[in-house]
Nanobody, 121 residues
Framework: QVQLAESGGGYVQAGGTLRLSCATT????????MGWYRQAPGKQREWVST???????AYADSVKGRFTGSRDNVKNMAFLHMNSLKPEDTAVYYC???????????????WGQGTLVTVSS
């Protein structure tokens, strides 16, 4: 069974920087897109960023120019480098990945448990 684990969250002052990591474990044949989502207190989960297998990235307007996504296709990991953090970036950040566990299986979306990012003003 494939699992994702986020790390790197924490407490930072406005204007600061954090780097989130998403590690995978389990049987993985192929990973298509990997994405980051976040959920602020009292709000719905929202999309933040996606990176495809070839490294193409896309970002929500609210983080464009401040966040940078990357991935390591050898280690099956994803990263989110967050600069110029704002209090409104405070949220639990989740990693997701579209994964095939074997050549015979189809793709399924797997989610991590999340890591908390708190940005103080």
């Amino acid at each position: 069974q494939v699992q994702l684990a986020e790390s790197g969250g924490g407490y930072v002052q406005a204007g600061g920087t954090l780097r989130l990591s998403c590690a995978t474990t389990g049987s993985i044949f192929s990973i298509a897109a990997m994405g980051w989502y976040r959920q602020a207190p009292g709000k719905q989960r929202e999309w933040v960023s996606t990176i495809t297998k070839d490294g193409t990235t896309a970002y929500a307007d609210s983080v464009k120019g401040r966040f940078t996504g990357s991935r390591d296709n050898v280690k099956n990991m994803a990263f989110l480098h967050m600069n110029s953090l704002k209090p409104e970036d405070t949220a639990v950040y989740y990693c997701s990945a579209t994964i095939r566990s074997s050549p015979a299986s189809g793709y399924s979306v797997v989610w991590g448990q999340g890591t908390l990012v708190t940005v103080s003003s």
